[in-house]
């Protein structure tokens, strides 16, 4: 998979009912991966949401939008979601917070996945990395002038302070192929990922990012002026079955 195998992402959180969540992933993981794959539509990442017990968080890409209403088409007009689409609804509360993202750049898509997924119920022999993601709402559109101040001058000052930008992605604002599943539109969202080896490592970022006069003095400038307002931040755990892990 190379960076722009995805020119298409969604970024999709779910608030469940309380207690449903491992009941909703169990399901997802053994049955729901490899047919959305099938039909063109990776799985890219799958997480619990370390600070909301009832957060599912999932990435899915897509080649370009018209194959994204074929392959969504296909999937949910077939049998496996007409199997289990009960029991996944039943456990979620809210499915419509979806952003759709594209890579604002180059190189700002996910990298190639390292091995293969691991089959349902195999356990990992180490602990699994935690994701941050990062949602940046803008006051305006995300130009081509700040992801060149982002890779020139914020992602050397995150690296720097441990957490060298996995990706990063912007909004996509063509017309939602596949209306039955609504997306966030009117927003402008800039959104970067980082991986971590714990909650330590995570931890010890923020704080040096808080302290970092680079960030003080280089970055934080700019972005008062971009940002409609404080970022959102995703503590994330992958699931068993997370090719982003």
């Not at 689409?85 to 890579?103: E, F, G, I, K, Q």
């Not at 990062?134 to 000052?157: K, L, M, Q, S, Y």
């Not at 959104?191 to 923020?206: I, K, N």
């Amino acid at each position: 998979m190379n960076a722009l195998r995805c020119p298409v992402v969604e970024l999709r959180q779910y608030t469940l009912h309380a207690g449903q969540r491992d009941v909703l992933i169990d399901l997802f993981d053994r049955e729901l991966v490899e047919p959305q794959e099938a039909v063109g539509m990776p799985v890219l990442g799958q997480f619990r949401d370390l600070d909301d017990p009832d957060r599912f968080v999932w990435l899915r890409g897509f080649e370009d939008m018209p194959r994204r209403a074929e392959a969504l088409q296909s999937f949910y007009g077939g049998p496996v979601w007409q199997a289990h689409r009960d029991r996944a609804n039943a456990t979620m509360a809210d499915s419509d917070d979806v952003l759709l993202l594209r890579p604002a750049s180059a190189r700002g898509g996910f990298p190639a996945p390292v091995g293969a997924r691991r089959p349902h119920g195999e356990r990992a022999a180490s602990p699994p990395s935690l994701m941050l993601a990062t949602i940046w709402h803008g006051n305006a559109p995300f130009d081509a002038a700040f992801v060149e101040f982002f890779e020139r001058r914020v992602r050397p000052v995150l690296a720097g302070t441990g957490a060298e930008p996995l990706a990063y992605l912007q909004s996509e604002h063509a017309p939602n192929t596949f209306p039955a599943l609504p997306v966030r539109t009117n927003e402008e969202v800039f959104v970067w990922f980082a991986r971590f080896t714990d909650e330590g490592h995570m931890d010890d970022h923020l704080n040096r990012l808080q302290h970092s006069e680079r960030w003080h003095d280089e970055v934080l400038p700019t972005l008062s002026k971009t940002l409609a307002r404080t970022p959102q931040r995703l503590r994330l755990a992958p699931t068993e079955r997370s090719m982003l892990r």
